[in-house]
């Protein structure tokens, strides 16, 4: 069992719940009429939503870049003039690392920076669209 075996589905939950939180909070502070108190709770709860992304996007990143660091460490390092028991050690630890480590939600999208940053374009598409929508019917 893997990294991506034990946090994927959790991750993936939480995306599709933050992104459907998102959404309806951004319908409401469009469409409705809110009163100062009321706006204030919903953008801040916007901002937690987006500190958590913003974590999990992070450490998702720093997980690669460490995970591909390691490797290239080993592989630049003079580990095949150790003894045979280090030298099999490290070629395991290579033949890991071509396979990279990532923290995914679902196997639906990876989760770093780049991610966060195309979820929330997404929200902001799905925004308009309705926008748009509620717009038209009117």
């Keep these: 069992m893997d990294i991506q075996d034990i946090f994927s589905f959790g991750l993936g939950i939480q995306v599709i719940l933050s992104i459907l939180t998102l959404v309806f909070i951004g319908y409401v502070l469009e469409t409705e009429d809110n009163d100062i108190p009321k706006t204030i709770k919903l953008c801040l709860y916007i901002s937690?939503?987006?500190?958590q992304a913003a974590i999990y996007g992070v450490?998702?990143?720093?997980?690669?870049?460490?995970?591909?660091t390691v490797a290239e460490a080993i592989y630049d390092s003079e580990w095949y003039f150790g003894d045979k028991s280090f030298q099999q050690g490290m070629q395991f630890i290579l033949r890991m690392a071509q396979k990279p480590a990532k923290l995914t939600a679902m196997g639906?999208?990876?989760?770093?920076?780049?991610?966060?940053?195309?979820?929330?374009?997404?929200?902001?598409?799905?925004?308009?669209?309705?926008?748009?929508?509620?717009?038209?019917?009117?």
């Design 108 to 138: 639906l999208t990876d989760i770093n920076n780049t991610s966060i940053i195309m979820i929330y374009k997404t929200i902001f598409s799905i925004l308009t669209l309705i926008k748009q929508l509620v717009n038209t019917d009117n």
């Design 59 to 68: 450490y998702g990143s720093v997980l690669e870049h460490n995970y591909e």
């Design 48 to 51: 937690v939503l987006s500190i």
